[in-house]
């Protein structure tokens, strides 16, 4: 199983991106998933996921701010990241979990947020 996570960059304060993160050698539909970042001299931590039946969970810093989202017909797990801060830099690594637990891992694209 092989993940590729792009939509990375520098954005201002207040400012969108959308990362993209596409599966390849899985069936992608049985997976759960989520997004993790790790920010300058931080633990990585967990962003948001989703359960291969739909269902979201988000950590309260990124609430009403971002979205998380799957096509299973693409292969790909999203992100949308709105009303960006500062606070929100870090690099973003995307995540499959197989039903039997055993996990994968993007190498990470990353998000400056500065003026």
């Known amino acids: 199983v092989q993940l590729q996570a792009s939509g990375g960059g520098l954005v201002q304060p207040g400012g969108s991106l959308r990362l993209s993160c596409v599966a390849s050698?899985?069936?992608?539909?049985?997976?759960?998933m989520a997004w993790y970042r790790q920010g300058p001299g931080k633990q990585r931590e967990l962003v948001a996921d989703m359960t291969r039946g739909g269902r979201s969970n988000y950590a309260d810093s990124v609430k009403g701010r971002f979205t998380i989202s799957r096509d299973n017909a693409m292969n790909t797990m999203y992100l949308q990241m709105n009303s960006l801060k500062a606070e929100d830099t870090a690099v973003y690594y995307c995540?499959?979990?197989?039903?039997?637990?055993?996990?994968?891992w993007g190498k990470g694209t990353l998000v400056t947020v500065s003026s």
């Open positions: 995540q499959l979990l197989r039903p039997d637990g055993i996990d994968y």
């Open positions: 050698g899985t069936i992608f539909s049985i997976n759960a």
